[in-house]
């Protein structure tokens, strides 16, 4: 079993549509949480940065992180076309040396 | 603005030749990181480095060793390159500890 599990999709909706991406994750050490973008043949973009559990919320974007169930989530209301994207999540330790481990990451197409 | 930069965006190199892919941060981050992004197998650690001079193998170092000689600047070295080493190559630099990572645009190298 991966310790990052993110399904890899394609996730397809119309314009408009609010989208949910998720990752479960199994070693409850995890202490901080990412969302990065990343469009084809670019690097990855962080797009949200979450320590521990809660909610952060950033124009369109909403992460969630439940520390209880092991679930992550990225929300993206009013989805675009320019949203279209893969989506990874990835978490790290409270270590020195910061290592990240990843999802799959989502593929996101978004319709007009 | 934050910034990691890569050298080339796109390289070609035969198999056998010595291969260097260089990257700069001016974030003053003590953390730096080699990863690299094939289909279906997402974002794998090569090597990291968290201080000059420091290196730490990550999950797939075979064939590949790494210089940081100063701190703004983690160098990625392919002793002699194989067609197996065609990918996606990703810099990455973060603080000492809290997950905030940030990563270049990229460098899609091809082994022929």
């Known amino acids: 079993q991966k310790e990052v599990e993110q399904d890899p999709g394609p996730l397809s909706v119309p314009e408009g549509a609010i989208v949910s991406l998720n990752c479960t994750y199994s070693?409850?050490?995890?202490?901080?949480f990412m969302w990065y973008r990343q469009y084809s043949r670019k690097g990855p973009e962080l797009l949200m940065y979450?320590?521990?559990?809660g909610n952060k919320e950033d124009g369109r974007f909403t992460a969630q992180v439940d520390k209880s169930s092991k679930y992550i989530s990225l929300f993206i209301r009013d989805s675009q076309p320019s949203d279209s994207a893969t989506y990874l999540c990835?978490?790290?330790?409270?270590?020195?040396?910061?290592?990240?481990?990843f999802g799959a990451g989502t593929i996101l197409r978004v319709k007009s | 603005d934050v910034k990691v930069t890569q050298s080339s965006r796109y390289l070609v190199k035969r198999t056998g030749e010595k291969v260097f892919l260089e990257c700069v941060q001016d974030?003053?981050?003590?953390?730096m990181f080699w990863y690299r992004q094939d289909p279906g197998l997402g974002l794998r650690l090569i090597y990291f480095?968290?201080?000059?001079?420091?290196?730490e193998k990550g999950d797939i170092p075979e064939g590949y060793s790494v210089s940081r000689e100063k701190k703004e600047r983690f160098s990625l070295i392919l002793e002699s390159a194989s067609t197996n080493q065609t990918s996606m190559y990703l810099c990455?630099?973060?603080?000492?500890?809290?997950?905030?990572?940030?990563f270049g645009a990229g460098t899609r190298l091809s082994v022929l």
């Open positions: 990455a630099s973060s603080p000492p500890l809290g997950g905030r990572t940030y």
């Open positions: 070693n409850s050490a995890f202490q901080y």
């Open positions: 979450t320590y521990s559990s």
């Open positions: 990835a978490m790290s330790f409270m270590e020195y040396g910061n290592k990240l481990v």
């Open positions: 974030m003053d981050h003590e953390n």
């Open positions: 480095s968290y201080d000059v001079k420091m290196k």
